[in-house]
């Protein structure tokens, strides 16, 4: 009996030190997508994904639902959801990687490089990704803008469109990790 109190006793006395691996869960997120092309811009905002990071081994995954993604009008959403992204098929774009350049003492924002498995519209292709991550308190905010093309991701650009959908799109991710 002795023995289980004293080990109940040091787990909670040496568990700051042993738990030095911290997980962070994504709290907020804001993910826009932008198209530029010739005759029309298109913007879309999503808050709805969810994501988690390891500090202590620099894991990162996080996953965007597809038919979150807000725009300025209903047409817009339908079509990008119905006709491009089969979001019914693909629901998600996923993201699994390894956070490089953070360090976690440093109290400032940090230029980091993500690399990793980028899958959109079921295909998956190998990125890397310059981005900040920046500690506050319990909190890592993050913070990386990258471009996309559509051809790399098997995703269809209808001949009579081509004016209003950019080949290649700005994709913006803006999380907020909080530990847990």
């Known amino acids: 009996m002795k023995k289980i109190i004293i080990l109940i006793f040091l787990s909670g006395v040496l568990n700051p030190y042993f738990g030095l691996a911290q997980k962070y869960k994504v709290s907020e997120s804001k993910v826009i997508f932008f198209s530029q092309a010739a005759l029309e811009d298109i913007t879309a905002y999503n808050t709805a994904a969810a994501g988690i990071f390891e500090s202590s081994k620099g894991e990162i995954a996080f996953a965007i639902p597809i038919n979150k ?36 003492s440093i109290k400032e924002k940090q230029t980091v490089v993500v690399k990793g498995k980028l899958t959109i519209h079921g295909v998956s292709k190998e990125v890397s990704v310059t981005g900040t991550f920046e500690p506050q308190g319990n909190t890592i905010k993050m913070s990386a803008k990258f471009p996309a093309k559509l051809v790399d ?28």
């Open 153 to 180: 991701y098997k995703i269809e650009r209808p001949q009579l469109l081509w004016e209003n959908i950019a080949e290649e799109v700005e994709i913006t991710v803006d999380f907020n990790f909080n530990k847990q």
């Open 69 to 104: 993604f807000e725009f300025e009008k209903a047409l817009m959403k339908e079509h990008f959801n119905e006709k491009y992204m089969h979001s019914d098929k693909y629901p998600r774009a996923m993201f699994v990687g390894i956070v490089s350049g953070f360090d976690l």
